[in-house]
């Protein structure tokens, strides 16, 4: 027997070991290894590489796009400090020249003749001469401030439409409806009124006249001043075709000056800058340079804030090149690389694997004789696999190993089996003595129990019996000898006789319970769904009509193994316990249909209610005799009675909980081998 143990044990290990070989041969194997170690390079640092190297490119490329604007921003930025520089050096040569000497001289006409010659040689919007004694009401512009203390001043300033109005035609040309544009800030305002000027002052002081000459340039409109500034910036945009690039000015965030498009030949005057640039660069006063969203299309962009004369920012210069051509020359760039390393995989990958399979014959030889071997062929062997290299030998001594595993497993097999035989044999042997005492003991307790209570009760009746005939007698005595003066106490003699019968009534149960075979009737097929509707009329007096409902579902169903008074009983004592459990208000229900126990036909009757329910506490004892949960109105025997009937008649009771609430008694019977009648 030890032998035959040992023997096992090591079989069980080969057999763990082999399944724990088969567990780790997709992921340990050396063919896997082997793939690994020679295509590692193609498939995982090459890729690993190649991403590296395009994210650094796309970073370097980002910030060379980024770089680029920065410097467009800055050529189109000394653009514009050049017409500012520009517009002062003309006014000041106005103020300063022979000319206008004379021409302050001659009078109101004249000079009002030469400075509209002057403005339209200067290519200005307004120019008109203040004398120190008028030009008091001008003094809140810094510009005419500067030029009154002697100093040429040129900003960029902000006209009110109060402004414009002294200049009529310009007032017309500011004018931009506003545009309803994604992702700007909310606006009640519907009309641009305001007008941004390149706003020059310079002094004139001549021995007889001292003043102020200004001049100006409106800026709403100005497309031959953004379009200027564009061909400056993107000058070689429409020859190589690299950039398409715009320009714009905003006045604060809306475009009062522009060549992007809303369509083709229709600028998009009106439209306004998304809030969150116009938070960076007008409320913080930062130089955006990244992509943004402009209109309709992504730009590079690169957006400053422009300062007045107060020193305010009150706008933003703009140009951007659209960002379209370089993310397609980006992905284009991408896909080149994927290529690129799909191709070195194409050709390499075919050389390693030609490379690689004269390792990988020989081992897939071995791993396919293992198989075999876990499938329980132990017949199998690898054979011959070529060159007597280091693999070879370990397939040749593996051969030797399968030799002694199946001479081994030989001897294994037959101890085993005849050991099985004889733990079979044994435990066959045991099982059924096991369960010939068991049925034994069961019987034997049940019988002690029975007989045991069976005999208490019976002496209790009996002793009971004695002195309630005694008692009954002696009211009949009572009767008898009072004769008409009994009428006097028919209450109390009345009373008297009720309680005897209910006395007598519950010695009857107790006899009944002690020595059911006695009580018992022969059993009669009985129509079920008739016996239900006729023990209705029974519980009349525990059932109000008006406050318990009674619903039925009664199927077409067989006659039942049982007499029609122990039916009866137990049907009246589940009805009228399922009123009570309601305290007289619900609804109960009543079902019967054919069922199967066990494989044997028969018929399930459910009383079902809608009360509180049995606590999980004495949900298991309801059928013990004396168990009642109606302290000193039952003696608690009607169920355990209604269980002994049931079970005499081959039948069973059980009881459960509804989830819906209430609890639901199920009493399945065998159908009747043959019908009785009544």
Request: charged share 25%; hydrophobic share 45%; with cysteine.
């Amino acid at each position: 027997m030890a032998m035959t143990l040992a023997c096992n044990a090591e079989s069980a290990k080969l057999d763990g070991d082999v399944g724990r070989s088969r567990k780790g041969s997709d992921l340990n194997s050396v063919r896997l290894k082997l793939l690994v170690l020679a295509l590692a390079p193609l498939g995982v640092l090459l890729p690993l590489l190649m991403l590296l190297a395009m994210a650094r490119w796309t970073t370097d490329y980002d910030e060379l796009l980024i770089s680029k604007v920065d410097s467009d921003l800055r050529i189109a930025e000394q653009y514009l400090g050049r017409i500012l520089a520009g517009t002062g050096a003309g006014v000041e040569a106005i103020a300063d020249s022979r000319v206008f000497e004379t021409v302050l001289a001659q009078g109101d006409d004249s000079r009002a003749a030469f400075l509209e010659e002057m403005r339209i040689d200067q290519a200005l919007d307004f120019l008109y001469y203040l004398p120190e004694g008028d030009a008091e009401h001008a003094l809140r512009w810094p510009v005419i401030q500067a030029a009154m203390n002697g100093q040429r001043s040129s900003h960029i300033d902000i006209f009110s439409a109060d402004d414009l109005a002294d200049f009529p035609q310009l007032a017309l040309r500011a004018r931009i409806d506003l545009i309803e544009t994604q992702a700007a800030i909310p606006t009640d305002r519907t009309v641009e009124d305001r007008g941004m000027v390149i706003h020059t002052a310079a002094p004139v002081n001549l021995p007889d006249n001292r003043g102020v000459l200004v001049g100006g340039i409106l800026l709403n409109r100005n497309l031959d001043f953004i379009d200027t500034i564009n061909a400056l910036v993107y000058l070689n945009a429409a020859t190589n075709g690299d950039r398409q690039g715009t320009a714009t000015l905003f006045l604060e965030d809306v475009r009062v000056s522009t060549n992007v498009r809303l369509f083709e030949d229709v600028r998009a005057l009106g439209t306004r800058v998304s809030a969150e640039v116009r938070a960076e660069v007008l409320t913080q006063g930062q130089t955006w340079l990244d992509r943004a969203f402009v209109v309709n299309d992504w730009y590079i962009s690169g957006y400053q804030p422009l300062i007045d004369s107060y020193g305010e920012r009150v706008g933003m210069l703009y140009v951007g090149f659209l960002e379209a051509p370089f993310s397609s020359a980006k992905r284009a760039a991408y896909l080149a690389m994927l290529a690129s390393m799909a191709a070195v995989f194409i050709l390499t990958a075919p050389l390693f694997l030609r490379m690689a399979r004269g390792i990988f014959s020989p081992l897939e030889k071995m791993t396919s004789t293992m198989k075999r071997v876990e499938r329980g062929d132990l017949a199998a062997r690898i054979g011959d696999v070529g060159p007597k290299d280091e693999i070879g030998q370990v397939a040749t001594h593996l051969d030797t190993l399968l030799d002694q595993v199946q001479e081994r497993d030989q001897a294994l097999r037959s101890w085993a089996d005849e050991l099985n035989d004889r733990v079979d044999r044994r435990t066959a042997e045991l099982r059924a003595a096991k369960d010939k005492l068991e049925e034994t003991f069961q019987q034997l307790v049940t019988s002690e129990k029975l007989a045991s209570i069976g005999e208490i009760t019976a002496g209790v009746a009996h002793e009971i019996n004695n002195p309630v005939a005694v008692i009954q007698g002696n009211v009949d005595v009572m009767r008898q000898t009072l004769g008409a003066d009994a009428e006097d106490l028919k209450t109390e003699l009345d009373l008297i006789d009720r309680q005897v019968q209910r006395i007598d009534g519950i010695v009857g149960k107790l006899l009944q319970f002690a020595r059911p075979t006695d009580y018992a009737a022969t059993g009669e097929g009985v129509e079920l769904s008739q016996l239900v509707e006729d023990c209705r009329g029974l519980i009349a007096h525990v059932q109000p009509q008006e406050d318990v409902r009674v619903t039925t579902d009664f199927a077409a169903a067989p006659n039942v193994a049982i007499s029609a008074g122990e039916m009866q009983q137990v049907a009246v004592n589940l009805m009228v316990n399922a009123v009570q459990a309601m305290n007289g208000v619900g609804e109960m229900a009543l079902t019967i249909r054919p069922a199967q126990n066990d494989a044997q036909d028969g018929v399930e009757l459910t009383v079902a209610d809608s009360g509180p329910g049995i606590d999980a506490d004495n949900l298991n004892r309801v059928f013990d005799p004396f168990h009642t949960t109606k302290l000193g109105e039952g003696t608690g025997l009607g169920l355990s009675i209604s269980q002994t009937l049931i079970r005499q008649a081959g039948g069973t009771i059980s009881v459960a909980n509804r989830p819906e609430g209430g609890a639901v008694f199920t009493v399945w019977l065998p159908k009747a081998k043959r019908d009785f009648a009544d």
